[in-house]
């Protein structure tokens, strides 16, 4: 018994260094995704105002500029790892609202115990996943946040 003891917490502690590299994989490719599609809503105002107002978002002029700006910049700063938890809550929360924004989108979510399929291959499912995931885990060891943590900020931080 010892002997499994002692594998499964090597395994636990090998496994562990995987959570680093698997935060930096996904903040840099769907950082990148926020940011070129963020680009894409502010380089094609007319056709995402024609959209949303085609959703009956209110405002769809301001919002368009908002959505373009927040996933750009957002995108931008997840890239970096830098104010990357309230970046990540920005972008849950817009994630979220594309879901619910969407007729077919938001009802995958309220299908989503007899149909998790739906839900997992709509088109803001990983942008959500990832930004829940930074949400909840921070932008890991490879990160300016982890860097200014370690250095400017580290009397606050909590051990």
Not at 14 to 25: D, Y
Not at 135 to 142: I, R, W
Request: zero cysteines; aromatic letters at 16%.
């Amino acid at each position: 018994m010892d002997f499994l003891a002692k594998l499964y917490f090597y395994l636990i502690n090998s496994a562990n260094w995987l959570q680093p590299i698997l935060l930096l994989l996904f903040r840099l490719e769907w950082g990148y995704q926020f940011f070129t599609t963020g680009q894409g809503k502010l380089q094609n105002h007319a056709k995402v105002v024609e959209f949303f107002t085609s959703l009956n978002i209110p405002f769809p002029d301001a919002n368009a500029w908002f959505v373009g700006g927040v996933e750009t910049i957002g995108g931008a700063l997840l890239l970096a790892g830098l104010a990357s938890r309230p970046v990540a809550l920005m972008l849950t929360v817009n994630m979220i609202v594309a879901y619910m924004s969407v007729e077919d989108d938001r009802a995958t979510v309220f299908n989503i115990l007899q149909d998790p399929t739906k839900f997992l291959q709509a088109d803001p499912f990983f942008f959500l996943l990832t930004s829940a995931l930074v949400l909840a885990f921070g932008p890991g060891l490879f990160s300016v946040d982890a860097i200014l943590a370690r250095t400017v900020f580290k009397k606050y931080v909590v051990k």
